[in-house]
């Protein structure tokens, strides 16, 4: 009915609103199911701290953008269906003024996140902005493929080469590093695009075929945190769910060497 208040209307309003905030009480209630955002500070990795105030930023910018313009729209289309029928329509070209302060606005809000994110992206992705630590200490080639990790790392006290190493040591779905300090991998794929995805260190970066991409990152403490696919790589690709391990530092090189004796002591020769 147009130009009468109708309780009709606002029954479907509520009906609409009660499933997002039914979502918010469970998320609220239940914290448990982890359905909330991770707080800042709550990553595993120091880097992830500054990735999480990134998202944040952009979150209530985002946020705040989204529910004034959908409560100026409720407001027109409730003010407009309230007006009486029988007026004629009203058309226009628009406003100038506004056009511009609303391209102009939003343009300088993307300069500003373009700037700010620049240091955090550099030291994420940019080679030459890496942590000194991280540069040298190239610890593993990771090789994803239809639908697993293998891991190739070279042997105790060695570096690792482009090529394979008849000494080098081998592992799949378990990526050991130590804890506390930045280390590299050198990421590849043996066949389609894959993703390597460290949820609570907030690192992703894609495996493309015929690269091979540096990533950084650091494990802030000892644990096992997950390691998974984020690129739909195939049937398998929900079987990529793989770990780090980071061991505490002092106990790492150990680790690597009674690996590199598991792996390659013949019960004859001592190594
Ligand atoms: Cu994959």
Redesign the pocket.
Known sequence: MQGSFSVKRLWWIFFLMIWPVLAVIVSLLTPQLQWGFPLSGQSDSPLGGEIDHLFYLILIITGVVFVGTHIALGYVIWTASNRPGDRRAWYTHGNHKLEMTWTIIPGLILLFLAFYQMRTWAEFRMEEAYPDAAKQNIIAEVN?RQ?EWRIRYPAPGKGLQRKPQLDDMYGVNELHVPAGSPVTIHLRTLDVQ?SFFLPTMRIKQDAVPGLVIPVWFEASEPGEYPLV?A?L?GWG?YK?GAKVVAHPPEEFDEFMKTMHQAQFNDGFAAE
Do not use: Q
């Open positions: 994803a639908f894959h696919c690129e790589c690709h990529m």
